[in-house]
DNA sequence: CGTATGCTCAAACGATCGTTTGATTCTCTG
DNA sequence: CAGAGAATCAAACGATCGTTTGAGCATACG
């Protein structure tokens, strides 16, 4: 553990691990302070509580994550020649970029199991902050997608959520083949990606 | 709670429910005997421990769901006319009458859960247990897909199953519109599924 | 220097967890 | 009917949980 960084920052990198490896509630807070080298009630002060804890592990990636995404996605939106690929790199990319960061690259499992659990004041949270982002990408599939009904749109989108979300909670723990660099690794993955969610989304 | 089933049976289903509910750990013995309508100390006389019920939890479930996708796929395994839709009914089909059945309606949740928990033990015993069933449709695949190379075709299957399994976890909680009968509205999904993941397996 | 403020610390709080115990009740067989 | 074995019960076990407390330490400002 990086005993430079702040306590705050300490607690939210060992809190994702432990997030990640054991689950919400399987992850303690004497586990998690252990492993930051941090006093067990510096949680409770610097956080409030354990549930405010896990908002803020969201809040740290999912802040830049969704940023990026709709950074990406406003470049595309609304164009004429934009196909189905670019909406698609613009919510792949940033998230694979994320996996592939050193430092994050345990998000997208702590999302993944987010997802699984239906959990309602979780859900709420992030729908809550984070909805507009979804409905933005949606709103552009409907452009690029006329002639799918808004429930089939709505079905596929799902599916392709849950591929994503399941492959990329995946991403980094597979070795990857010696002389394949991480750039191009991850340039190959995005494109495998976009490629199987275009053909879930575009089929007749 | 039905009275007149066993209480080991009984503990089952409050189990199924509450860990759909609440997750593995985040449900306790005391709600779920609670619920069961059983003395606490009857999980430990029945089942040993906490951890044996989970198992316990999944084989009641998987052995009748893998025993009927197997037989549906020996049906068509090997079949010089077989098509990539009749393997997938055969691997979609059971899961979905499993949801469709109200008393294991519950049980693609806990399943879903399991897959985003990336918890060793339950994931070894899944393998165990159940792994030459996946590796059975899984050559089916590659014989129906002779141009995918080995790693590209576990690529899609994972996202095909990630997929899958997002989606049926959902299942029955979506409210079906008026007049269309419960077995009609799983066909239509059925169909649904079956074309989203043939499109995902075999696009170029 | 004195003190105010932000932070860390060991220790304890009450609650709840999975599990065990020993007595009691039920069920069935000889 | 008598008695053995299976099943259920209330109660308690030690462990661990999230959270709180109050003293101690640090840094900064008058």
Do not use: C
């Amino acid at each position: 553990m990086n005993s430079s960084a702040s306590t705050k920052e300490r607690i939210l990198t060992a809190a994702e691990l432990l997030f990640a490896q054991r689950g919400f509630d399987g992850a303690s807070l004497r586990q998690l302070t252990a492993a930051a080298g941090v006093n067990l009630a510096a949680v409770n002060y610097h956080f409030g509580s354990k549930d405010r804890l896990v908002e803020e592990v969201f809040r740290r990636r999912l802040d830049t994550l969704n940023a990026h995404r709709l950074a990406a996605l406003s470049k595309v939106a609304g164009q004429p020649d934009t196909t189905l690929d670019d909406v698609l790199d613009a919510f792949i990319r940033p998230a694979l970029a994320l996996s592939s960061d050193g430092s994050g690259s345990l998000f997208m499992r702590v999302l993944a199991r987010a997802f699984a659990e239906h959990d309602d004041t979780l859900r709420q949270f992030l729908s809550e902050n984070y909805g507009h982002v979804m409905r933005q990408f949606t709103a552009e599939f409907a452009r690029l997608l006329p002639k799918l009904s808004r429930e089939e749109l709505y079905w596929r989108i799902d599916l392709v959520t849950g591929a994503l979300t399941h492959a990329m909670s995946g991403f980094g723990m597979i070795q990857r083949k010696g002389g394949v660099s991480e750039a191009a690794h991850r340039e190959q993955t995005i494109a495998h990606l976009i490629r199987f969610a275009a053909a879930g989304l575009s089929h007749p």
